[in-house]
């Protein structure tokens, strides 16, 4: 099915129902959920996923995990989607938390060909064939490093969101912690608490993940490493490939 709600045929009697939307630049769904399981996967442009416990940059042909009734919004980036909502009890083995994952040529393929497929496919033919080998392409996939985790402390939820905003790679905890007022050793203490990264691995990742959306939009790496405030733009590429074992152009390449 093409451009159209989920909430429209939520009730059809299979256990994955496979949508294709189109969305325009700069188009937001609002905060939502859903009863199913989503995976979505953007064909083309760039999405950002936002929930309470973090955002997800999602890259051109990679996919979010997003488990069932999990409140999220998401930022469309000159979107093409194919998604597919799965019945609970017939989940992969995923998670209860959202995730990006990595999408082989076989299960794009197989994405494409499911929102063509009739609503109440003949789960003993082909067609049932292709969605059973959707799941189970879906069960192997690799869970990539694209998230930000956010605190729920006030304060802190603050500096992140502001850091988020204008990414520097010059700041550091001993600056938080006094616009805290607390010292640097409960600082990080409360930085791991919350987020389960050290101030400094929460800081490379929020930069690469927030480079990722900017390096699929077609921006260019001196551009970006200036903006974040690396001396130069090797300097931002070995950051980059220490935390995703590519510099920035090779990763693109790779996964498209």
Not at 69 to 88: D, F, K, N, Q
Not at 222 to 241: K, N, V
Request: charge should be positive; glycine fraction near 6%; aromatic fraction near 8%.
């Amino acid at each position: 099915m093409r451009n159209t709600s989920i909430d429209l045929l939520d009730h059809t009697p299979r256990a994955v129902v496979a949508i294709g939307n189109d969305y325009p630049s700069g188009h937001l769904l609002p905060s939502h959920w859903h009863r199913r399981a989503q995976l979505l996967y953007g064909a083309t442009g760039v999405m950002q996923v936002s929930t309470r416990q973090g955002r997800w940059v999602v890259p051109p042909q990679h996919a979010v995990w997003i488990p069932p009734l999990v409140a999220h919004e998401v930022l469309m980036l000159g979107v093409s989607t194919r998604s597919l909502y799965i019945e609970p009890a017939a989940m992969p083995a995923l998670g209860d938390e959202c995730q990006v994952i990595g999408v082989s040529p076989l299960m794009r393929q197989l994405l494409m060909e499911a929102v063509d497929l009739p609503l109440e496919y003949d789960q003993g033919a082909r067609d049932g064939a292709l969605v059973s080998l959707l799941l189970h392409e879906l069960a192997r996939t690799n869970r990539l490093p694209l998230h930000i985790p956010l605190p729920e402390a006030p304060r802190l939820l603050a500096l992140c969101q502001a850091f988020l905003q204008r990414p520097d790679a010059h700041q550091a905890p001993v600056q938080w912690a006094q616009q805290l007022h607390i010292s640097l050793r409960t600082f990080n203490r409360l930085f791991r608490q919350q987020t389960g990264m050290s101030f400094v691995q929460w800081r490379q990742r929020a930069c690469v993940v927030k480079a990722l959306a900017r390096l699929a939009a077609g921006e260019t790496v001196t551009r970006i490493a200036l903006d974040f405030g690396y001396d130069s733009p090797g300097a931002f590429s070995t950051m980059f490939r220490r935390v995703l074992g590519q510099a920035p152009t090779a990763y693109l390449a790779m996964e498209t």
